[in-house]
Protein backbone atom coordinates (compact mmCIF):
# COMPACT_ATOMS: atom_id res chain seq x y z
CA UNK A 1 0.00 0.00 0.00
CA UNK A 2 1.43 3.20 -0.74
CA UNK A 3 0.70 7.02 -1.28
CA UNK A 4 2.22 9.23 -3.89
CA UNK A 5 2.03 12.65 -3.69
CA UNK A 6 4.65 15.92 -4.66
CA UNK A 7 5.71 19.25 -3.94
CA UNK A 8 5.65 20.90 -6.97
CA UNK A 9 7.85 18.55 -9.48
CA UNK A 10 9.28 16.83 -6.72
CA UNK A 11 7.69 13.30 -6.84
CA UNK A 12 7.52 11.37 -3.49
CA UNK A 13 6.18 7.60 -2.81
CA UNK A 14 5.80 6.70 0.46
CA UNK A 15 4.83 3.01 1.31
CA UNK A 16 2.39 2.27 4.32
CA UNK A 17 3.46 -0.12 7.46
CA UNK A 18 1.49 -1.91 9.77
CA UNK A 19 1.13 -0.40 13.32
CA UNK A 20 -1.58 -2.38 14.32
CA UNK A 21 -4.78 -4.32 13.45
CA UNK A 22 -6.47 -2.11 11.18
CA UNK A 23 -4.09 1.10 11.23
CA UNK A 24 -0.91 1.58 9.03
CA UNK A 25 1.70 4.56 8.93
CA UNK A 26 3.63 5.88 5.74
CA UNK A 27 7.24 5.67 5.43
CA UNK A 28 7.46 9.65 5.89
CA UNK A 29 5.13 10.11 8.54
CA UNK A 30 2.91 12.35 7.37
CA UNK A 31 -0.18 9.98 6.79
CA UNK A 32 -2.29 7.40 8.59
CA UNK A 33 -4.01 4.94 7.06
CA UNK A 34 -7.45 3.28 8.83
CA UNK A 35 -8.87 0.54 7.47
CA UNK A 36 -11.89 -1.50 9.06
CA UNK A 37 -13.68 -4.34 7.12
CA UNK A 38 -17.62 -5.59 7.53
CA UNK A 39 -19.03 -8.91 6.49
CA UNK A 40 -22.12 -9.85 4.87
CA UNK A 41 -23.02 -13.28 3.57
CA UNK A 42 -25.23 -11.59 0.88
CA UNK A 43 -23.82 -8.85 0.81
CA UNK A 44 -19.75 -9.35 0.94
CA UNK A 45 -16.59 -7.90 2.33
CA UNK A 46 -16.94 -4.00 2.43
CA UNK A 47 -13.42 -2.21 3.00
CA UNK A 48 -13.65 1.07 4.42
CA UNK A 49 -10.65 3.41 4.39
CA UNK A 50 -9.83 6.66 5.64
CA UNK A 51 -6.74 8.81 5.34
CA UNK A 52 -5.44 10.86 7.99
CA UNK A 53 -2.79 13.92 7.18
CA UNK A 54 -0.63 13.66 10.82
CA UNK A 55 1.79 16.12 10.59
CA UNK A 56 1.13 19.29 13.02
CA UNK A 57 0.45 21.36 9.99
CA UNK A 58 -0.69 22.12 6.68
CA UNK A 59 0.65 20.72 4.05
CA UNK A 60 3.44 23.65 1.95
CA UNK A 61 2.89 25.41 -0.51
CA UNK A 62 3.11 23.34 -4.20
CA UNK A 63 2.05 20.23 -2.20
CA UNK A 64 -0.50 17.92 -3.87
CA UNK A 65 -1.77 14.60 -3.55
CA UNK A 66 -1.72 12.37 -7.13
CA UNK A 67 -3.05 9.07 -5.58
CA UNK A 68 -3.56 6.31 -3.08
CA UNK A 69 -3.15 2.63 -3.92
CA UNK A 70 -4.39 -0.14 -1.57
CA UNK A 71 -3.48 -3.95 -1.79
CA UNK A 72 -6.53 -6.00 -1.13
CA UNK A 73 -5.90 -9.41 0.71
CA UNK A 74 -9.32 -11.26 -0.48
CA UNK A 75 -7.80 -12.89 -4.06
CA UNK A 76 -9.90 -15.93 -5.96
CA UNK A 77 -8.22 -19.17 -5.60
CA UNK A 78 -6.90 -21.44 -8.76
CA UNK A 79 -6.26 -20.59 -12.22
CA UNK A 80 -8.46 -20.14 -15.09
CA UNK A 81 -9.45 -16.36 -14.49
CA UNK A 82 -10.74 -14.23 -17.21
CA UNK A 83 -11.10 -10.39 -16.43
CA UNK A 84 -13.97 -8.38 -17.04
CA UNK A 85 -12.30 -4.74 -18.02
CA UNK A 86 -14.83 -1.87 -17.72
CA UNK A 87 -13.91 1.69 -19.16
CA UNK A 88 -13.48 4.87 -18.03
CA UNK A 89 -16.16 6.99 -19.80
CA UNK A 90 -19.07 6.52 -22.25
CA UNK A 91 -16.51 5.67 -25.51
CA UNK A 92 -14.15 3.51 -23.70
CA UNK A 93 -14.35 0.13 -24.36
CA UNK A 94 -16.28 -2.58 -21.70
CA UNK A 95 -15.45 -6.39 -22.23
CA UNK A 96 -14.04 -9.59 -21.11
CA UNK A 97 -10.16 -9.91 -21.06
CA UNK A 98 -8.24 -13.16 -21.25
CA UNK A 99 -5.17 -13.36 -18.70
CA UNK A 100 -2.72 -13.61 -21.35
CA UNK A 101 -4.28 -10.53 -23.23
CA UNK A 102 -2.19 -7.05 -23.43
CA UNK A 103 -3.86 -4.00 -21.76
CA UNK A 104 -2.76 -1.40 -24.34
CA UNK A 105 -4.10 1.94 -24.36
CA UNK A 106 -4.51 3.67 -27.86
CA UNK A 107 -1.41 4.54 -29.52
CA UNK A 108 -1.79 8.29 -29.75
CA UNK A 109 -2.13 10.52 -26.71
CA UNK A 110 -4.79 12.70 -27.40
CA UNK A 111 -6.80 9.49 -28.79
CA UNK A 112 -5.95 8.07 -24.59
CA UNK A 113 -6.92 11.31 -23.11
CA UNK A 114 -9.91 11.86 -25.12
CA UNK A 115 -11.22 8.62 -25.00
CA UNK A 116 -10.16 7.05 -21.57
CA UNK A 117 -8.78 7.88 -18.14
CA UNK A 118 -5.43 10.11 -18.67
CA UNK A 119 -5.04 9.32 -14.74
CA UNK A 120 -4.54 5.65 -15.75
CA UNK A 121 -1.17 4.68 -16.64
CA UNK A 122 -1.20 1.40 -18.66
CA UNK A 123 2.15 -0.81 -18.82
CA UNK A 124 1.23 -2.60 -21.67
CA UNK A 125 2.01 -5.80 -20.15
CA UNK A 126 0.18 -9.65 -20.48
CA UNK A 127 -1.67 -10.14 -17.84
CA UNK A 128 -1.32 -6.79 -15.97
CA UNK A 129 -5.14 -4.53 -16.10
CA UNK A 130 -6.59 -1.85 -15.00
CA UNK A 131 -10.45 -1.58 -14.84
CA UNK A 132 -11.87 1.54 -14.23
CA UNK A 133 -14.51 2.21 -11.27
CA UNK A 134 -15.25 -1.63 -10.98
CA UNK A 135 -13.94 -5.21 -12.12
CA UNK A 136 -15.32 -8.97 -12.13
CA UNK A 137 -13.11 -11.89 -12.14
CA UNK A 138 -14.16 -15.12 -13.41
CA UNK A 139 -13.61 -18.85 -14.54
CA UNK A 140 -15.95 -20.16 -17.07
CA UNK A 141 -15.12 -24.14 -15.98
CA UNK A 142 -15.65 -23.48 -12.14
CA UNK A 143 -18.30 -20.69 -12.31
CA UNK A 144 -16.30 -18.97 -9.59
CA UNK A 145 -16.29 -15.56 -9.53
CA UNK A 146 -15.63 -12.04 -7.51
CA UNK A 147 -16.59 -8.56 -7.95
CA UNK A 148 -14.81 -6.08 -6.82
CA UNK A 149 -16.66 -1.73 -6.98
CA UNK A 150 -17.05 1.17 -5.12
CA UNK A 151 -20.77 1.05 -3.05
CA UNK A 152 -20.47 5.48 -3.54
CA UNK A 153 -19.24 7.53 -6.47
CA UNK A 154 -17.25 9.33 -3.65
CA UNK A 155 -15.17 12.36 -4.10
CA UNK A 156 -12.07 10.55 -5.55
CA UNK A 157 -12.00 8.41 -8.96
CA UNK A 158 -11.57 4.58 -8.39
CA UNK A 159 -10.17 1.76 -10.54
CA UNK A 160 -8.81 -1.58 -9.53
CA UNK A 161 -5.29 -3.22 -10.90
CA UNK A 162 -5.51 -6.85 -11.46
CA UNK A 163 -2.15 -9.26 -12.12
CA UNK A 164 -2.35 -12.45 -13.16
CA UNK A 165 0.22 -15.14 -12.97
CA UNK A 166 0.59 -17.43 -16.22
CA UNK A 167 -1.85 -20.43 -15.40
CA UNK A 168 -4.54 -16.89 -15.06
CA UNK A 169 -4.31 -17.42 -11.05
CA UNK A 170 -4.56 -13.91 -9.59
CA UNK A 171 -1.73 -12.37 -8.34
CA UNK A 172 -2.61 -8.99 -7.47
CA UNK A 173 -5.53 -6.53 -6.56
CA UNK A 174 -5.48 -2.94 -5.83
CA UNK A 175 -7.72 -0.28 -5.69
CA UNK A 176 -6.44 3.02 -6.37
CA UNK A 177 -8.02 6.50 -5.62
CA UNK A 178 -7.24 9.31 -8.04
CA UNK A 179 -6.84 12.58 -5.75
CA UNK A 180 -4.50 14.55 -7.90
CA UNK A 181 -5.43 17.58 -5.83
CA UNK A 182 -4.66 19.07 -2.37
CA UNK A 183 -7.42 18.21 -0.29
CA UNK A 184 -8.35 19.71 3.10
CA UNK A 185 -5.64 18.13 4.91
CA UNK A 186 -6.04 20.24 8.20
CA UNK A 187 -4.01 18.14 11.58
CA UNK A 188 -5.87 14.92 12.18
CA UNK A 189 -8.40 15.53 9.54
CA UNK A 190 -9.75 12.08 8.07
CA UNK A 191 -10.71 12.29 4.36
CA UNK A 192 -13.34 9.50 3.88
CA UNK A 193 -12.28 7.24 0.54
CA UNK A 194 -14.85 5.60 -1.48
CA UNK A 195 -15.37 2.08 0.12
CA UNK A 196 -15.27 -0.81 -1.85
CA UNK A 197 -17.07 -3.69 -1.94
CA UNK A 198 -15.45 -7.25 -2.60
CA UNK A 199 -18.05 -10.39 -3.60
CA UNK A 200 -17.09 -13.87 -3.99
CA UNK A 201 -20.04 -15.92 -6.15
CA UNK A 202 -20.92 -18.80 -7.64
CA UNK A 203 -22.98 -18.42 -11.00
CA UNK A 204 -24.13 -16.39 -13.08
CA UNK A 205 -21.41 -13.29 -13.48
CA UNK A 206 -24.11 -11.29 -15.38
CA UNK A 207 -26.76 -11.54 -12.21
CA UNK A 208 -24.42 -10.39 -9.93
CA UNK A 209 -23.95 -6.97 -12.39
CA UNK A 210 -27.06 -6.72 -12.60
CA UNK A 211 -27.43 -6.33 -8.68
CA UNK A 212 -24.44 -4.00 -8.03
CA UNK A 213 -25.91 -1.65 -10.43
CA UNK A 214 -29.08 -2.15 -8.85
CA UNK A 215 -27.82 -1.17 -5.31
CA UNK A 216 -25.37 1.57 -6.41
CA UNK A 217 -28.44 3.33 -8.25
CA UNK A 218 -30.54 3.12 -4.78
CA UNK A 219 -28.18 5.00 -2.99
CA UNK A 220 -26.83 7.08 -6.24
CA UNK A 221 -28.94 7.27 -8.92
CA UNK A 222 -31.48 9.47 -9.76
CA UNK A 223 -35.56 8.84 -8.35
CA UNK A 224 -37.38 10.64 -10.78
CA UNK A 225 -36.29 8.48 -14.14
CA UNK A 226 -39.74 8.59 -17.07
CA UNK A 227 -41.34 5.63 -18.03
CA UNK A 228 -40.77 6.28 -21.27
CA UNK A 229 -37.44 6.68 -22.93
CA UNK A 230 -36.64 9.11 -25.18
CA UNK A 231 -37.22 8.52 -28.89
CA UNK A 232 -37.00 10.20 -31.55
CA UNK A 233 -34.94 12.03 -34.56
CA UNK A 234 -30.84 13.38 -34.46
CA UNK A 235 -28.99 15.10 -36.86
CA UNK A 236 -25.70 14.22 -36.30
CA UNK A 237 -24.94 10.63 -38.30
CA UNK A 238 -26.29 11.43 -41.82
CA UNK A 239 -25.65 15.49 -41.72
CA UNK A 240 -22.45 15.68 -38.94
CA UNK A 241 -21.86 19.03 -38.59
CA UNK A 242 -23.40 20.35 -42.37
CA UNK A 243 -26.95 20.97 -41.22
CA UNK A 244 -28.79 24.34 -41.55
CA UNK A 245 -32.47 25.58 -40.59
CA UNK A 246 -33.81 24.20 -43.90
CA UNK A 247 -32.55 20.72 -43.49
CA UNK A 248 -33.92 20.52 -40.15
CA UNK A 249 -37.69 22.16 -40.60
CA UNK A 250 -37.53 19.63 -43.87
CA UNK A 251 -36.80 16.26 -41.60
CA UNK A 252 -39.01 18.02 -39.19
CA UNK A 253 -41.95 17.89 -41.79
CA UNK A 254 -41.48 14.44 -42.82
CA UNK A 255 -41.80 12.70 -39.41
CA UNK A 256 -45.33 14.16 -39.16
CA UNK A 257 -45.59 12.48 -42.79
CA UNK A 258 -44.74 9.14 -42.20
CA UNK A 259 -46.14 9.15 -38.72
CA UNK A 260 -43.03 8.17 -36.97
CA UNK A 261 -43.48 7.44 -33.20
CA UNK A 262 -41.05 10.06 -32.16
CA UNK A 263 -40.77 12.31 -28.81
CA UNK A 264 -37.70 14.36 -29.32
CA UNK A 265 -35.99 15.81 -31.95
CA UNK A 266 -33.06 16.93 -31.55
CA UNK A 267 -30.06 19.18 -33.49
CA UNK A 268 -26.92 18.25 -33.01
CA UNK A 269 -23.81 19.67 -33.44
CA UNK A 270 -23.79 22.62 -36.13
CA UNK A 271 -25.38 24.93 -35.03
CA UNK A 272 -23.44 27.39 -32.89
CA UNK A 273 -20.51 30.03 -34.43
CA UNK A 274 -17.71 28.17 -32.94
CA UNK A 275 -16.75 25.42 -30.41
CA UNK A 276 -17.64 27.52 -26.85
CA UNK A 277 -19.65 30.11 -28.42
CA UNK A 278 -23.23 28.06 -27.41
CA UNK A 279 -25.69 31.21 -27.58
CA UNK A 280 -24.52 32.76 -31.25
CA UNK A 281 -26.20 30.43 -34.07
CA UNK A 282 -24.06 30.90 -36.84
CA UNK A 283 -25.22 32.21 -40.65
CA UNK A 284 -26.70 28.89 -41.25
CA UNK A 285 -29.73 29.58 -39.08
CA UNK A 286 -30.72 33.23 -39.59
CA UNK A 287 -33.80 32.44 -37.81
CA UNK A 288 -32.11 31.53 -34.39
CA UNK A 289 -32.71 28.51 -32.23
CA UNK A 290 -35.91 29.88 -30.18
CA UNK A 291 -37.90 29.85 -33.89
CA UNK A 292 -36.87 26.00 -34.24
CA UNK A 293 -38.18 24.85 -31.00
CA UNK A 294 -41.05 26.50 -31.12
CA UNK A 295 -41.60 25.28 -34.65
CA UNK A 296 -40.91 21.77 -33.03
CA UNK A 297 -42.81 22.33 -30.47
CA UNK A 298 -45.98 23.49 -32.67
CA UNK A 299 -46.07 19.71 -34.62
CA UNK A 300 -46.00 17.85 -31.41
CA UNK A 301 -42.51 17.85 -30.53
CA UNK A 302 -40.26 17.94 -27.86
CA UNK A 303 -37.02 20.04 -29.30
CA UNK A 304 -33.34 18.99 -28.06
CA UNK A 305 -30.25 20.30 -29.07
CA UNK A 306 -26.19 19.64 -28.30
CA UNK A 307 -23.56 21.22 -26.54
CA UNK A 308 -19.94 20.29 -25.46
CA UNK A 309 -20.20 22.63 -22.10
CA UNK A 310 -16.72 22.18 -20.88
CA UNK A 311 -15.29 22.87 -24.67
CA UNK A 312 -14.21 25.76 -26.06
CA UNK A 313 -12.03 27.09 -29.26
CA UNK A 314 -9.23 29.44 -29.86
CA UNK A 315 -11.40 31.42 -32.31
CA UNK A 316 -14.27 31.58 -29.95
CA UNK A 317 -15.56 34.92 -28.39
CA UNK A 318 -15.17 33.43 -24.74
CA UNK A 319 -11.29 32.25 -25.50
CA UNK A 320 -10.29 35.91 -26.51
CA UNK A 321 -12.41 37.72 -24.29
CA UNK A 322 -11.78 35.31 -21.08
CA UNK A 323 -8.69 33.81 -21.35
CA UNK A 324 -8.24 33.47 -17.24
CA UNK A 325 -11.26 30.49 -17.71
CA UNK A 326 -9.39 28.26 -19.58
CA UNK A 327 -7.72 25.32 -18.68
CA UNK A 328 -3.80 26.11 -18.62
CA UNK A 329 -0.66 23.38 -17.76
CA UNK A 330 1.68 24.28 -15.27
CA UNK A 331 3.43 26.31 -18.15
CA UNK A 332 0.28 28.84 -18.97
CA UNK A 333 -0.58 26.80 -22.23
CA UNK A 334 -4.15 25.78 -22.80
CA UNK A 335 -4.93 21.82 -22.38
CA UNK A 336 -5.99 20.49 -24.96
CA UNK A 337 -9.12 17.95 -24.96
CA UNK A 338 -9.27 16.93 -28.39
CA UNK A 339 -8.29 17.02 -31.80
CA UNK A 340 -11.53 16.80 -34.02
CA UNK A 341 -11.11 17.67 -37.88
CA UNK A 342 -14.71 19.12 -38.62
CA UNK A 343 -13.87 21.71 -36.51
CA UNK A 344 -11.44 23.05 -38.02
CA UNK A 345 -7.30 23.45 -37.58
CA UNK A 346 -5.91 23.11 -34.47
CA UNK A 347 -7.05 20.97 -30.98
CA UNK A 348 -10.10 21.97 -29.40
CA UNK A 349 -9.57 23.34 -24.95
CA UNK A 350 -11.19 22.60 -22.43
CA UNK A 351 -12.56 25.17 -19.86
CA UNK A 352 -11.75 25.52 -16.08
CA UNK A 353 -15.02 24.93 -14.42
CA UNK A 354 -13.64 25.54 -11.02
CA UNK A 355 -13.23 29.46 -12.46
CA UNK A 356 -15.76 31.60 -11.86
CA UNK A 357 -15.62 33.00 -14.77
CA UNK A 358 -16.34 29.69 -16.14
CA UNK A 359 -18.99 28.46 -14.23
CA UNK A 360 -20.99 32.02 -14.22
CA UNK A 361 -20.62 31.03 -18.06
CA UNK A 362 -22.18 27.72 -17.73
CA UNK A 363 -24.66 29.31 -15.81
CA UNK A 364 -25.54 31.88 -18.57
CA UNK A 365 -25.86 29.20 -21.42
CA UNK A 366 -27.97 26.82 -19.78
CA UNK A 367 -30.75 29.56 -18.51
CA UNK A 368 -30.78 30.82 -21.78
CA UNK A 369 -31.23 27.47 -23.88
CA UNK A 370 -33.74 25.98 -21.64
CA UNK A 371 -35.80 29.35 -19.92
CA UNK A 372 -34.93 31.36 -23.28
CA UNK A 373 -34.92 29.42 -26.13
CA UNK A 374 -37.29 26.36 -24.60
CA UNK A 375 -34.98 23.28 -24.87
CA UNK A 376 -36.51 20.93 -22.20
CA UNK A 377 -34.01 18.04 -23.91
CA UNK A 378 -30.15 18.45 -23.73
CA UNK A 379 -26.80 15.98 -25.32
CA UNK A 380 -23.74 17.45 -23.20
CA UNK A 381 -21.01 15.86 -24.92
CA UNK A 382 -17.30 15.45 -24.43
CA UNK A 383 -17.64 15.84 -20.73
CA UNK A 384 -14.97 13.94 -19.65
CA UNK A 385 -12.96 17.34 -20.61
CA UNK A 386 -13.90 18.67 -17.19
CA UNK A 387 -11.38 16.58 -15.45
CA UNK A 388 -8.18 17.23 -17.64
CA UNK A 389 -5.11 17.81 -15.48
CA UNK A 390 -4.51 21.44 -15.51
CA UNK A 391 -3.27 24.51 -13.00
CA UNK A 392 -7.24 24.69 -11.73
CA UNK A 393 -8.22 27.93 -9.96
CA UNK A 394 -9.56 25.44 -6.86
CA UNK A 395 -6.95 23.27 -5.84
CA UNK A 396 -8.29 21.84 -3.33
CA UNK A 397 -11.01 19.96 -5.57
CA UNK A 398 -10.09 16.33 -7.12
CA UNK A 399 -11.21 16.28 -10.88
CA UNK A 400 -13.97 14.35 -9.96
CA UNK A 401 -15.11 16.70 -7.49
CA UNK A 402 -14.47 19.70 -9.37
CA UNK A 403 -16.66 17.53 -12.21
CA UNK A 404 -19.34 16.97 -10.30
CA UNK A 405 -19.90 20.61 -8.70
CA UNK A 406 -20.34 21.46 -12.21
CA UNK A 407 -22.95 18.83 -12.67
CA UNK A 408 -24.46 20.13 -9.45
CA UNK A 409 -24.78 23.76 -10.96
CA UNK A 410 -25.74 22.80 -14.39
CA UNK A 411 -28.60 20.55 -12.76
CA UNK A 412 -29.80 23.60 -10.39
CA UNK A 413 -30.02 25.80 -13.32
CA UNK A 414 -32.18 23.93 -16.05
CA UNK A 415 -34.69 22.19 -13.19
CA UNK A 416 -35.68 19.02 -12.41
CA UNK A 417 -38.02 18.60 -15.70
CA UNK A 418 -35.41 19.19 -18.09
CA UNK A 419 -33.88 15.91 -19.41
CA UNK A 420 -30.04 15.72 -19.72
CA UNK A 421 -28.18 13.10 -21.76
CA UNK A 422 -24.74 12.72 -20.83
CA UNK A 423 -21.72 11.95 -23.44
CA UNK A 424 -18.41 11.25 -23.59
CA UNK A 425 -18.76 11.32 -19.58
CA UNK A 426 -17.13 9.34 -16.93
CA UNK A 427 -19.36 6.79 -15.55
CA UNK A 428 -19.25 6.75 -11.70
CA UNK A 429 -18.94 10.53 -10.89
CA UNK A 430 -22.18 11.29 -13.51
CA UNK A 431 -24.79 9.02 -11.86
CA UNK A 432 -27.36 11.01 -10.38
CA UNK A 433 -26.91 13.71 -12.48
CA UNK A 434 -27.91 12.42 -15.55
CA UNK A 435 -31.25 11.05 -16.80
CA UNK A 436 -29.69 9.50 -19.86
CA UNK A 437 -26.09 8.24 -20.73
CA UNK A 438 -24.22 7.23 -23.70
CA UNK A 439 -22.85 3.72 -22.77
CA UNK A 440 -20.63 3.12 -25.52
CA UNK A 441 -18.45 5.03 -28.63
CA UNK A 442 -20.17 6.54 -31.33
CA UNK A 443 -22.24 4.31 -33.71
CA UNK A 444 -21.06 5.20 -37.73
CA UNK A 445 -22.60 3.45 -41.22
CA UNK A 446 -19.69 0.74 -41.10
CA UNK A 447 -19.29 -2.03 -39.18
CA UNK A 448 -15.56 -2.15 -38.14
CA UNK A 449 -13.32 0.40 -37.49
CA UNK A 450 -11.53 2.47 -39.86
CA UNK A 451 -8.12 0.82 -41.03
CA UNK A 452 -6.24 4.11 -39.40
CA UNK A 453 -7.68 3.27 -36.12
CA UNK A 454 -6.53 0.10 -36.47
CA UNK A 455 -3.19 0.60 -37.40
CA UNK A 456 -3.30 3.44 -34.47
CA UNK A 457 -4.16 0.56 -32.19
CA UNK A 458 -7.28 2.24 -31.06
CA UNK A 459 -9.29 -0.04 -28.86
CA UNK A 460 -12.58 2.56 -28.65
CA UNK A 461 -12.38 3.31 -32.42
CA UNK A 462 -15.49 4.13 -33.25
CA UNK A 463 -18.27 1.48 -35.38
CA UNK A 464 -21.19 -0.27 -35.10
CA UNK A 465 -19.30 -3.35 -33.76
CA UNK A 466 -18.22 -1.41 -31.26
CA UNK A 467 -20.80 0.42 -29.76
CA UNK A 468 -22.96 -2.90 -29.81
CA UNK A 469 -20.40 -4.61 -27.87
CA UNK A 470 -20.85 -1.68 -24.98
CA UNK A 471 -24.30 -1.87 -25.28
CA UNK A 472 -24.54 -5.26 -24.33
CA UNK A 473 -21.95 -5.39 -21.65
CA UNK A 474 -23.56 -2.01 -19.98
CA UNK A 475 -27.34 -3.23 -20.53
CA UNK A 476 -28.05 -3.64 -16.86
CA UNK A 477 -26.98 -0.06 -16.20
CA UNK A 478 -30.56 0.97 -17.42
CA UNK A 479 -33.21 2.15 -15.13
CA UNK A 480 -30.78 2.03 -12.17
CA UNK A 481 -28.19 4.41 -12.66
CA UNK A 482 -30.22 6.62 -15.75
CA UNK A 483 -31.69 5.43 -19.26
CA UNK A 484 -29.19 3.57 -21.33
CA UNK A 485 -28.32 5.56 -24.23
CA UNK A 486 -27.44 3.10 -27.00
CA UNK A 487 -26.39 5.61 -29.76
CA UNK A 488 -28.35 6.37 -32.71
CA UNK A 489 -29.90 3.80 -35.04
CA UNK A 490 -28.97 3.78 -39.01
CA UNK A 491 -31.37 1.97 -40.97
CA UNK A 492 -30.87 4.17 -44.28
CA UNK A 493 -29.07 2.19 -47.17
CA UNK A 494 -27.31 4.79 -48.87
CA UNK A 495 -24.65 6.85 -47.26
CA UNK A 496 -24.38 3.37 -45.28
CA UNK A 497 -21.57 0.53 -45.56
CA UNK A 498 -23.58 -1.84 -43.24
CA UNK A 499 -25.65 -4.32 -44.99
CA UNK A 500 -28.57 -5.31 -44.43
CA UNK A 501 -28.23 -8.13 -41.89
CA UNK A 502 -25.84 -5.96 -40.01
CA UNK A 503 -28.44 -3.10 -40.09
CA UNK A 504 -30.77 -5.57 -38.74
CA UNK A 505 -28.69 -6.95 -35.95
CA UNK A 506 -27.92 -3.39 -34.96
CA UNK A 507 -31.99 -2.87 -34.76
CA UNK A 508 -32.35 -6.41 -32.35
CA UNK A 509 -29.79 -5.13 -29.93
CA UNK A 510 -30.74 -1.60 -29.57
CA UNK A 511 -34.78 -2.66 -29.42
CA UNK A 512 -34.20 -5.40 -27.32
CA UNK A 513 -31.57 -3.35 -24.61
CA UNK A 514 -34.86 -1.48 -23.97
CA UNK A 515 -32.48 2.18 -24.04
CA UNK A 516 -33.41 5.25 -25.34
CA UNK A 517 -33.98 4.75 -29.75
CA UNK A 518 -33.52 7.72 -31.65
CA UNK A 519 -33.05 8.03 -35.69
CA UNK A 520 -29.90 9.71 -37.82
CA UNK A 521 -31.05 9.14 -41.30
CA UNK A 522 -32.23 11.98 -43.84
CA UNK A 523 -35.99 11.39 -43.44
CA UNK A 524 -36.29 12.76 -46.77
CA UNK A 525 -34.89 9.73 -48.40
CA UNK A 526 -35.34 6.65 -46.97
CA UNK A 527 -35.93 3.67 -48.25
CA UNK A 528 -39.55 2.08 -47.78
CA UNK A 529 -38.48 -1.46 -46.49
CA UNK A 530 -35.57 0.18 -43.98
CA UNK A 531 -38.59 2.70 -43.38
CA UNK A 532 -40.78 -0.53 -42.06
CA UNK A 533 -37.84 -1.89 -39.92
CA UNK A 534 -37.59 1.55 -37.86
CA UNK A 535 -40.92 1.11 -37.57
CA UNK A 536 -40.65 -2.42 -36.14
CA UNK A 537 -38.01 -1.45 -34.53
CA UNK A 538 -39.57 1.26 -32.21
CA UNK A 539 -42.53 -0.94 -31.85
CA UNK A 540 -39.95 -3.80 -30.01
CA UNK A 541 -38.26 -0.95 -28.01
CA UNK A 542 -42.01 -0.03 -26.47
CA UNK A 543 -42.53 -3.58 -25.24
CA UNK A 544 -38.65 -3.34 -23.68
CA UNK A 545 -38.05 0.03 -22.52
CA UNK A 546 -39.94 -0.60 -19.19
CA UNK A 547 -37.38 -3.10 -18.36
CA UNK A 548 -33.69 -3.69 -17.30
CA UNK A 549 -31.82 -6.11 -19.38
CA UNK A 550 -29.56 -8.89 -18.64
CA UNK A 551 -26.80 -9.58 -21.32
CA UNK A 552 -26.00 -13.33 -21.66
CA UNK A 553 -22.22 -14.71 -22.04
CA UNK A 554 -19.68 -11.52 -20.97
CA UNK A 555 -17.41 -13.95 -20.27
CA UNK A 556 -17.62 -16.10 -23.25
CA UNK A 557 -17.51 -13.62 -25.87
CA UNK A 558 -15.81 -10.23 -26.43
CA UNK A 559 -19.05 -9.45 -28.18
CA UNK A 560 -21.66 -11.63 -25.83
CA UNK A 561 -24.05 -13.39 -28.26
CA UNK A 562 -27.60 -12.79 -26.62
CA UNK A 563 -29.52 -9.85 -24.79
CA UNK A 564 -32.10 -10.75 -22.61
CA UNK A 565 -35.09 -8.37 -21.93
CA UNK A 566 -37.43 -9.25 -18.60
CA UNK A 567 -40.23 -7.57 -20.87
CA UNK A 568 -40.60 -11.30 -22.50
CA UNK A 569 -37.92 -10.94 -25.55
CA UNK A 570 -34.94 -12.68 -25.99
CA UNK A 571 -32.58 -10.97 -28.77
CA UNK A 572 -29.94 -13.80 -29.84
CA UNK A 573 -26.78 -13.02 -32.73
CA UNK A 574 -24.53 -13.96 -35.00
CA UNK A 575 -21.78 -11.24 -34.98
CA UNK A 576 -19.23 -12.84 -37.25
CA UNK A 577 -18.93 -13.36 -41.33
CA UNK A 578 -19.47 -16.84 -40.82
CA UNK A 579 -22.25 -19.42 -40.56
CA UNK A 580 -22.65 -20.12 -36.67
CA UNK A 581 -23.85 -22.12 -34.03
CA UNK A 582 -24.48 -20.04 -31.20
CA UNK A 583 -25.19 -21.52 -27.75
CA UNK A 584 -26.55 -19.09 -24.99
CA UNK A 585 -27.50 -19.98 -21.24
CA UNK A 586 -30.33 -18.13 -20.10
CA UNK A 587 -30.43 -15.95 -16.55
CA UNK A 588 -31.50 -18.41 -14.02
CA UNK A 589 -35.09 -18.35 -13.36
CA UNK A 590 -35.77 -17.33 -16.90
CA UNK A 591 -38.78 -19.77 -18.60
CA UNK A 592 -39.28 -20.33 -22.03
CA UNK A 593 -42.47 -22.17 -24.33
CA UNK A 594 -42.11 -23.19 -27.34
CA UNK A 595 -43.05 -22.61 -30.49
CA UNK A 596 -40.19 -19.39 -31.03
CA UNK A 597 -40.84 -16.88 -32.95
CA UNK A 598 -39.15 -14.37 -34.51
CA UNK A 599 -40.14 -10.87 -33.99
CA UNK A 600 -38.78 -9.65 -37.15
CA UNK A 601 -40.32 -11.87 -39.63
CA UNK A 602 -43.08 -13.81 -37.89
CA UNK A 603 -41.17 -17.31 -38.44
CA UNK A 604 -40.30 -20.06 -36.24
CA UNK A 605 -36.34 -20.28 -35.25
CA UNK A 606 -35.07 -23.50 -34.41
CA UNK A 607 -33.75 -23.28 -30.72
CA UNK A 608 -32.60 -26.55 -29.81
CA UNK A 609 -32.43 -26.84 -25.86
CA UNK A 610 -29.59 -27.61 -24.05
CA UNK A 611 -29.29 -27.91 -19.95
CA UNK A 612 -29.70 -24.31 -19.00
CA UNK A 613 -30.09 -22.76 -22.83
CA UNK A 614 -30.14 -23.09 -26.24
CA UNK A 615 -28.43 -23.70 -29.33
CA UNK A 616 -29.31 -22.22 -32.89
CA UNK A 617 -27.52 -22.13 -36.21
CA UNK A 618 -27.44 -18.26 -37.47
CA UNK A 619 -25.99 -17.08 -40.81
CA UNK A 620 -23.30 -14.12 -41.18
CA UNK A 621 -24.49 -11.13 -38.84
CA UNK A 622 -27.76 -12.97 -38.94
CA UNK A 623 -30.10 -11.83 -35.88
CA UNK A 624 -33.07 -13.55 -34.64
CA UNK A 625 -35.68 -11.95 -31.59
CA UNK A 626 -37.77 -14.26 -29.86
CA UNK A 627 -40.78 -13.89 -27.21
CA UNK A 628 -40.15 -16.28 -24.08
Known amino acids: MKIQYRVHNSVTISHFLPVKAGVFQSECKKFELLLTTTKDSKLGTVLSPKLIWRESTRPEVGFSVDHLALELTDLPEGNGFSLFQHGYQSWSISRKMESSDVDKPPF ?80 NAKLNISKIKVLFFKGSPETKLLKYFEELGKKEGPNNLPKKVPTG ?115 TYALDITHPTALAYLEKVFSTIVKEWGYPYLKLDFLYAGLLPGDVYNKSLSPQARYQNALDLIRK ?70 LNDPDCLLVRKK ?47 RECQAYTPIPIGIFENEFPLALYNPGGYLGIWNPTEEEKTVHISLPPGVKTKAPFLDFWTGTRVDLQPVAGGFTTTLPAFGSVVVSV
Open 108 to 187: LSFLQYSQENIYSKNESKVGKFISEYLTLLYNKETQNGVLYAPVEAGEFGTKFEVVFGAEGNVTSVKVIYDIHCLPDLRP
Open 233 to 347: WCSWYYYYTHIDQKTILDNLTKVRELNLPFEFFQIDDGYQKEIGDWLIPNDKFPGGMRILADEIKRVGLKPGIWLAPFLVRKKSEFFRKYPEAILKDQNGKPVPAIYQPLWGRGY
Open 413 to 482: VVGKNTFLLGCGAPMLPSIGYFDGMRISCDVAPFWYPERLRVFLKDRNALCTRTALINDITRASMHRHLW
Open 495 to 541: KNKMNEAQTKLMASVMAVSGGMLLVSDDLTKLEMDRLDLLKKAFQLN
